[in-house]
């Protein structure tokens, strides 16, 4: 069992620069795949960006693409995301998730994601 929890959310302006955070618990975190999601009211959960087990692969939605970094400290049990040249479009609920694979097959469903935090709101105003 994998217990996740975001931080790092809030207020930004456009324009602007972000980093969230999501710690696991658990001793086997560097076996899972960790994922950044997002859903904004009224749409869909998507994937923002997801990471492998050792940090080797990595894979952003084109929405975010060069302007967002995600990474991982396996030896903090944290994966973070890193997000510049916010805009409006990104507010949205920002979500940590995770599935067990120690390959490098990285998966875009939500429904793949066996675990979830709770969420952290970003707000990008103009």
């Known amino acids: 069992q994998v217990q996740l929890v975001e931080s790092g959310g809030g207020l930004v302006q456009a324009g602007g620069s972000l980093r969230l955070s999501c710690g696991a618990s658990?001793?086997?975190?560097?076996?899972?795949?960790m994922g950044w999601f997002r859903q904004a009211p009224g749409k869909e959960r998507e994937l923002v960006a997801a990471?492998?087990?050792?940090?080797?692969?990595?894979l952003h939605a084109d929405s975010v693409k060069g302007r967002s970094t995600i990474s991982r400290d396996n030896a903090k049990n944290t994966v973070y995301l890193q997000m510049n040249s916010l805009k409006l479009e990104d507010t949205a609920v920002y979500y940590c998730?995770?599935?067990?694979?120690?390959?490098?097959?990285?998966?875009?469903?939500?429904?793949?994601?066996?675990?979830w935090g709770q969420g952290t709101q970003v707000t990008v105003s103009s």
């Open positions: 998730a995770a599935y067990r694979d120690t390959t490098r097959l990285l998966r875009r469903s939500a429904s793949s994601y066996d675990y």
């Open positions: 658990g001793p086997t975190f560097s076996h899972y795949v």
């Open positions: 990471i492998s087990w050792s940090g080797t692969s990595t």
